[in-house]
């Protein structure tokens, strides 16, 4: 890793500029001098100038809102007028090298300190700690309390200890470290105690009073912004060739990056096998591959030398690569905290990025075995490992409704996080889908007839070839042919008499069990429709418009950077083309990942904005002067060239 190299590189610009400077810099100077932009995001200056107050922050926001700027400029701010350090607290190491990497191309100066550092380099860099030469420092918790670092951190001004991943505290979240806990003995030794910040995605109340709690806040600003995502797309698909849909989707998104999440190490094999067959450049990633295939792979997708990757959910922690452009799941996820948390790391440069989720029956007994199987809980005792997998279930029973629902998907996640917005995003599977209301109660009456006759013993494929008089082996030997029931339905098409079955486990009529078996039973509502006359009707999509193709243009690049915005012409696509080819030449010569060169929106934006001098550059959304100096001019010749040949 060059991030050193490339430190020493920036340290003559930074200390030249230190010197030029007169008078102090404002967070909107910072902001758009290092950084680029113009205006801060709703919650960043108010968790910003929380900070600067000298009090205790927690910003909970979602993935992708911007939370690094929110402590690293109040850093920056603070190291200018007393000198004060800030130490942040990272839990991973390739999160720390992202972090550190970006600081340094924008002309930062900035370290980590972690096992990935050799001896002599850890105490090179300990060194130049103590010599005050970085604002920020990046540190792993287990480092904080040894010897050496507590030596460095109790002779230097600590401004500030911003702990990133705060949800890393708690027990609650799915990311416990239990390193996380020595934060607080690490503050406690300092002389002065320094502003305390903490920032997560993770939402709930649980996470959140353990952050205040085991981190010791004093009197924080606590300020938690909507969670939605706007720039992302969420796409829920029933197909019967899984594998085509993946297939086709990456045939119409050649040139983007892209994560495919599949449930079993064996599907991840299949598929990337597959997929590399059909001439795709895709890679890997699960657990039970070596430590060095793992990390070869994970770089080879973050610099970009092949777009896509293939993986299990242990993929993705720490992963910070803002190109994200499409999620797509081979298979529904164990709950939907899972799944929020994976199809976020689609967009997290706020440009359009789709979330598709390919759903298939078998995915939820593949979950209920995972939830029976669990070798997490084998130590707790079995009244609360009963609990557990009780609770387990039920959220495997939310995500399974996530895929029946034909409400809003966005809505369906907010609700389930919490938060109430309308039931129409326009940005959806479901709302850009044409419903009509039918009235599908004599389907309903059919299954729950069949289901009753039966004594509530089979499960929904057999009930459903029943109805529709299926004349397999299966359905004679439990001898379902001769089922009251037994063929009513034989002029409606399966997946319809599945898609009711569905509705009407959503609307508990009917009660599908939480064990491997998943056998249909019938509830206390079921005779509202039996006996009394109960009407349902549902809302179907339109046979004719399925949204299947046009979710091909979607993603499409956008000169308002949302999704439904203008879309680029074909001169503007051809033009991002060159400043990409160009992005990945720079991210090669400086060894760091293209997106860290310049994010997906700025390329974007350059399209949009045609500079043809410095002044016009430093105009466009992530150029700031730092990068400018660096990078501005090859980008300014790379857009003179694209326009000449017309003029
Ligand atoms: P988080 O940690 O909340 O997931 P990051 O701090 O990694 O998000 O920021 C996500 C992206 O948003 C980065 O590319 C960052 O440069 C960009 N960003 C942050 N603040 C702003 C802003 N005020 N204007 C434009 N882009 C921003
Ligand atoms: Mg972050
Ligand atoms: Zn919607």
């Known amino acids: 890793m060059d991030i050193q ?32 932009y113009d205006t801060f995001r709703d919650a960043q200056e108010t968790l910003i100038d929380s900070i600067l107050e000298g009090k205790d922050t927690v910003g909970i926001m979602p993935t992708g809102a911007g939370k690094s700027l929110c402590y690293q400029i109040p850093a920056l701010l603070m190291n200018e007028n007393t000198g004060g350090i800030t130490l942040v607290i990272s839990p991973l190491i ?35 700690a103590r010599q005050g030469r970085y604002p920020i420092i990046y540190v792993a918790p287990e480092r904080l309390v040894t010897e050496e670092f507590l030596d ?56 959140r009073d353990d952050i205040i709690d085991l981190l010791e806040l004093q009197m924080p600003t606590v300020l938690t912004t909507g969670f939605d995502r706007g720039n992302l797309y969420f796409g829920v698909m029933t197909v019967k060739d899984r594998y085509g849909a993946v297939r086709n989707y990456l045939e ?17 094999e299949e598929v990337c096998e597959r997929l590399i067959k059909d001439g795709f450049s895709v890679t890997r990633y699960h657990a039970g591959l070596s430590d060095g295939e793992r990390k070869k792979n994970q770089d080879d997708f973050i610099y970009d030398r092949v777009p896509v990757m293939v993986a299990t959910s242990a993929f993705g922690m720490g992963i910070d690569k803002s190109n994200v452009r499409f999620v797509l799941h081979f298979g529904m996820p164990k709950n939907l905290e899972s799944y929020y948390q994976e199809a976020g790391r689609a967009g997290r440069d706020g440009e359009p990025a789709e979330c598709i989720l390919y759903y298939a029956g078998q995915d939820v007994i593949t979950n209920q075995v995972f939830i029976d199987h669990n070798q997490d809980n084998q130590e707790l005792d079995p009244v609360t490992r009963a609990m557990v997998q009780e609770r387990d279930r039920e959220r495997l029973k939310k995500m399974t409704f996530y895929c029946f629902t034909n409400e809003c998907l966005r809505d369906y996640i907010l609700r389930y996080f919490g938060e109430y917005k309308s039931n129409y995003c326009g940005n959806c599977s479901n709302c850009l889908t044409q419903f009509e209301q039918a009235d599908v109660t004599e389907i309903a009456k059919a299954l729950i007839g069949c289901i009753g006759s039966s004594r509530q013993r089979y499960g929904t494929t057999v009930i459903i070839d029943t109805v529709h008089g299926a004349n397999t082996a299966k359905i004679k030997s439990y001898r379902m042919n001769e089922n009251p029931c037994y063929a009513v339905l034989s002029k409606v098409p399966t997946y319809r008499i599945r898609q009711v079955l ?72 051809s033009l991002f083309e060159k ?43 992530g150029v700031g002067e730092f990068k400018f100096e660096k990078y501005g001019e090859r980008f300014l010749r790379c857009i003179e060239a694209f326009e000449k040949p017309l003029s």
Not at 105 to 122: V, W
Not at 587 to 594: I, L
Request: hydrophobic share 35%; aromatic share 8%; with cysteine.
């Open 5 to 36: 190299q490339c430190q020493r590189e920036n340290e003559n610009t930074i200390i030249k500029q230190k010197r030029n400077k007169t008078q102090t810099v404002n967070k909107y100077e910072i902001l758009k001098k290092y950084f680029g």
């Open 94 to 128: 390739s999160l720390m090298k992202d972090q550190v990497g970006s600081l340094n191309q924008a002309g930062i100066h900035a370290a980590f300190l972690n096992s990935s550092l050799t001896a002599a380099q850890y105490y090179k860099a300990l060194e130049f």
């Open 152 to 207: 460095f951190a109790l002779h230097s001004r600590i401004a500030m200890v911003a702990v990133d991943e705060a949800h890393c505290v708690s027990q609650w979240g799915q990311d416990f470290r239990p390193s996380y806990l020595k934060i607080t003995e690490f503050i406690n030794r300092l002389p002065g105690r320094p502003v305390v910040s903490a920032f997560t995605a993770t939402a709930t109340k649980e996470v």
């Open 252 to 268: 119409t998104h050649k040139e983007d990056s892209g994560i495919i999440y599949c449930l079993t190490r064996k599907h991840v």
């Open 502 to 573: 569905n509705h009407l486990q959503l609307e508990e009529y009917l009660f599908v069990t939480t064990d491997e078996y998943a056998i249909v039973k019938l509830t206390p509502k079921s005779k509202e429709i039996m006996e009394d006359g109960r009407q349902i009707v549902m809302k179907l999509a339109k046979e004719a418009d399925r949204p299947v193709k046009e979710a091909q243009s979607r993603s499409k690049k956008t000169k308002t950077g949302i999704s439904g915005g203008e879309p680029f012409t074909e001169r503007e696509e």
């Open 579 to 621: 400043l990409r080819a160009l992005r990945t030449e720079i991210a090669r010569e400086e060894k760091v990942p293209p997106y860290i060169v310049f994010s997906d929106k700025t390329l974007t934006h350059m399209c949009m904005i045609r500079p043809e001098t410095r002044e016009e550059m430093l105009k466009v959304s």
